[in-house]
């Protein structure tokens, strides 16, 4: 096995805004280890064999199993030809398989592609085909989805395997009560649907006892491939190494108070790449447990928290309120918490005092892009502002400059949040244009341009103002108005769309589309047919709520649409 070694430390400039705010409890410098997320696992099952590494409705995984089944995956795989550098396709729910597959791939030398288990089976085709995919893991609810969209594409851009597991693989016989879900989720987890032709059962690939080969995969090596969308064009895989995702892995227990001993709840989906830092990477860098769940349900989380003595929560806002919204809520135990984190959406003041004044919780928001690996600026828990980004983590330079001269403004100002830090992304797969686009050269470092607008108070705190991207955030979700124009184009009933976004009280934001008809569309023709078309060809948080059908788009002189127009109209409204 090979020696883990450590790369010098990223030292950070007492002159930053923010050195009066950082904890003195933190180093100043970080640490980073030189090794692939590989042997990260394989250390954690060394130290903490028979510890819980995920608990899944009262099943443990320890961490022996955990290292025993990646292995077994990894060696499968590499028996029916994943090579070094393959990109394998992660697709399913929150469960220990997720991070079973998640582990094989990366014992197998391979690259992660993370995909939306929301995604319908055309957005699916594109992560295969862009990503050059060559194997997928998924689940049995979602494995005709798989093959679906391998049938639809060229022999030579399909799949060569696919593994389906079952929820229930993972599940004991019989379910606790208090650890069992709403009776909707139960019945979708026991499902057994029948498996396409082809389609490998995951416990049969375990079972087979193929061992793996060496693992050689370096740091600066590509690790992961997650898919995000921009301003124009279909989403675009960031390439990750294992370097860029070890940097928030070890930052990450340090700034939370984190350690082994810490019990999280799993339930931010681990295909985002926030779900996927805290509930499948750090946890087993530290060697902690997670209480995984599938899909949000406020009253088995409050039973969760207070069975298993959660610690540490990371979560979006609509969460907390929901789980404030149970008539039960009272009667959860939540004394064992003692970190609450996440972002994605501000968290309301109200709430926050609530959650300070009845259970002395504080919670600390932060800020990051997939192209970060998750957070590049966090709030400190012990002096957090409310609806804040916080500060530069760990090795991070994040600056405010003018979007149009590329010059620093001063504190106060507001400009695009730039940042450079070692989680920052290598740039966009297959995408050079996009990836020469998306950074700038600053004194000497480069920096990579996040489109958010934002301004630095006088502390070196920074907040978010406003987006230089066309981007919908709906419940957390980004929604990037481009690509659902792009679908609605392929409606037969749809001329021409723009899409907005719309206020709603509960997601802060939803996905409205003004819509052409086309002239031989139906008179009978509803907004309501617009929507459930596009519920059923695209992912359910991209599909647009609200529909309004127009006689023509606003346009400029050059025929571009004026979609700010239709916004600021809806703004108004």
């Known amino acids: 096995m090979a020696v883990q070694t ?6 950070i400039p007492d002159t930053r805004p923010h050195a009066a705010a950082w904890p003195k409890r933190l180093p100043q410098a970080l ?4 090794n692939n997320l590989w042997f990260n696992l394989e250390v954690s099952a060394h130290r903490y064999p028979d510890k819980a590494a995920y608990v899944f409705f009262g099943q443990a995984l320890t961490y022996r199993e955990l290292h025993r089944q990646a292995r077994a995956l990894a060696g499968w795989m590499q028996s029916h030809g994943l090579a070094i550098g393959d990109r394998v396709v992660l697709y399913m729910q929150n469960c220990p398989q997720f991070v079973v597959g998640f582990y094989a791939v990366q014992c197998a030398n391979a690259v992660v592609v993370p995909v939306n ?3 319908r089976a055309q957005e699916l085709a594109h992560c295969i085909t862009d990503a050059q995919a060559r194997m997928a893991l998924t689940t049995a609810d979602l494995a005709a989805l798989v093959a679906e969209a391998n049938a639809g594409l060229p022999a030579e851009q399909r799949l060569s395997q696919v593994v389906a597991t079952r929820f229930v693989d993972a599940m004991p016989a019989a379910l ?3 650890e069992s879900p709403a009776p909707a989720l139960l019945q979708w987890l026991m499902a057994d649907p029948a498996l396409p032709a082809g389609t490998v059962r995951w416990l049969d690939a375990i079972a087979a006892g193929h061992e793996p080969g060496p693992s050689t995969a370096k740091a600066d090596d590509m690790a992961l491939l997650p898919y995000t969308s921009g ?3 279909l989403p675009k895989g960031c390439i990750h190494t294992h370097r860029t995702l070890m940097a928030n892995a070890a930052g990450g227990g340090l700034w939370g108070y984190a350690s082994a001993e810490a019990v999280s709840l799993g339930v931010v989906p681990m295909f985002h790449i926030t779900g996927m830092m805290y509930g499948a990477i750090s946890p087993i860098y530290l060697g902690s447990t997670v209480v995984l769940m599938p899909r949000w349900d406020r009253e088995l989380a409050g039973r969760l928290i207070s069975r298993h003595g959660v610690s540490h929560w990371t979560c979006i806002p609509t969460m907390i309120i929901d789980l404030f919204g149970s008539p039960n809520y009272k009667s959860f135990d939540l004394s064992s918490l003692r970190y609450l984190s996440g972002g994605g959406a501000a968290m309301p003041h109200a709430v926050a005092q609530r959650l300070l004044d009845e259970f002395g919780l504080t919670f600390a928001e932060g800020y990051g892009l997939t192209e970060t690996a998750a957070p590049s600026h966090a ?3 012990e002096r957090a502002k409310l609806q804040c980004l916080g500060i530069p983590i760990f090795g991070v330079d994040s600056r405010i400059i003018d979007p149009e001269t590329l010059q620093e403004v001063p504190a106060g100002e507001t400009g695009e949040i730039i940042t450079h830090g070692p989680m920052v992304f290598k740039g966009y797969w297959r995408h050079e244009e996009a990836t020469k686009a998306a950074f700038i050269n600053l004194d000497g470092k480069s920096f990579f341009r996040t489109g958010d607008l934002g301004r630095c108070d006088e502390e070196g705190y920074f907040f978010i103002t406003d987006r230089l991207k066309r981007m919908i955030n709906a419940s ?10 792009l679908m609605l184009y392929r409606c037969p009933l749809v001329q021409e769309a723009c899409v907005i976004a719309t206020k709603d009280s509960y997601r802060g934001e939803s996905v409205k589309a003004v819509v052409v008809l086309r ?3 139906p008179t009978s023709t509803t907004e309501q047919d617009i929507v459930d078309w596009a519920r059923e060809h695209m992912a359910v948080y991209k599909a647009p709520r609200v529909v309004q059908f127009v006689q023509a788009l606003p346009k400029s002189g050059s025929g571009k649409v004026m979609w700010r127009q239709l916004q600021e109209q809806e703004a108004a409204a």
Do not use: H, I
Not at 476 to 485: M, N, Q
């Open 6 to 11: 450590l790369e010098s430390p990223v030292s």
């Open 31 to 34: 640490a980073v280890p030189d």
């Open 117 to 119: 288990p929301m995604n």
């Open 176 to 178: 606790d009560p208090q």
């Open 231 to 233: 301003t124009t064009g």
């Open 379 to 381: 709030n400190p828990p």
């Open 476 to 485: 957390g979700y980004k929604v990037w108005p481009s690509e659902v124009e």
């Open 519 to 521: 002239s031989d569309a």
